[in-house]
T-cell receptor, first 113, second 114 residues
Framework: EAGVTQFPSHSVIEKGQTVTLRCDPI?????LYWYRRVMGKEIKFLLH????????ESGMPNNRFLAERTGGTYSTLKVQPAELEDSGVYFC???????????FGQGTRLTVV | AQSVAQPEDQVNVAEGNPLTVKCTYS??????LFWYVQYPNRGLQFLLK??????LVKGSYGFEAEFNKSQTSFHLKKPSALVSDSALYFC????????????FGTGTKLQVIP
């Protein structure tokens, strides 16, 4: 069974540009999470989808970030326009239900220059 | 609000010695606790979890963790460290029940010295 996959693995963009990160969860997992780790700090929660609905988006930093999960399958996280402080590793995770652990993707390392 | 503290940025241990990576948590309600490991250039891998039951839980690669409710701790342990255990370890907590987000600590870098 395929795990959580994220694309791209690395992205380097200039300040002001737009970047879209993609996450394909494990098939059948209704819960999908986005997290971000910035420069050696904790892994911070961004948002949580249950199927196609946003269950909790309290961790989204500002309105430059937009997450979608069309049809309850894969998810995208768009940053527009990107700022220097958006650099970090963006992790996606999925879980089958509320009582099982989340499985993480390998992360997307975003560098804004 | 829930939180996790990993007081040590780095832990160094000699190969073959026991290791402990510390974690304390704060949560309103019953905790659901996790340990994840991140090897270089890899994603987070699940190690073990505590929901209810025995306070000592066993996980992957010979790791175990002890839940201590009175001290609100969930320290990760291994009786004999391997060089291959060198990695970044994250403790995490969520409230048991419902659709709740998981909160992570800052991570502890474990360095096992040959």
């Amino acid at each position: 069974e395929a795990g959580v996959t994220q694309f791209p693995s690395h992205s380097v963009i200039e300040k002001g540009q737009t970047v879209t990160l993609r996450c394909d969860p494990i098939s059948g997992h209704d819960n999908l999470y986005w997290y971000r780790r910035v420069m050696g700090k904790e892994i911070k929660f961004l948002l949580h989808f249950v199927k196609e609905s946003k269950q909790d988006e309290s961790g989204m930093p500002n309105n430059r970030f937009l997450a979608e999960r069309t049809g309850g399958t894969y998810s995208t996280l768009k940053v527009q326009p990107a700022e220097l402080e958006d650099s970090g590793v963006y992790f996606c995770a999925s879980s089958q239900d509320s009582y099982t652990e989340a499985f993480f993707g390998q992360g997307t390392r975003l560098t804004v220059v | 609000a829930q939180s996790v503290a990993q007081p040590e940025d780095q832990v160094n241990v000699a190969e073959g010695n026991p290791l402990t990576v510390k974690c304390t948590y704060s949560v309103s309600g019953n905790p659901y606790l996790f340990w994840y490991v991140q090897y270089p250039n890899r994603g987070l891998q699940f190690l073990l979890k505590y929901i209810t039951g025995d306070n000592l839980v066993k996980g992957s690669y010979g790791f175990e963790a002890e839940f201590n409710k009175s001290q609100t701790s969930f320290h990760l342990k291994k009786p004999s460290a391997l060089v291959s255990d060198s990695a970044l370890y994250f403790c995490a907590v969520r409230v048991l029940g419902g659709y709740q987000k998981v909160t992570f600590g800052t991570g502890t870098k474990l360095q096992v010295i040959p």
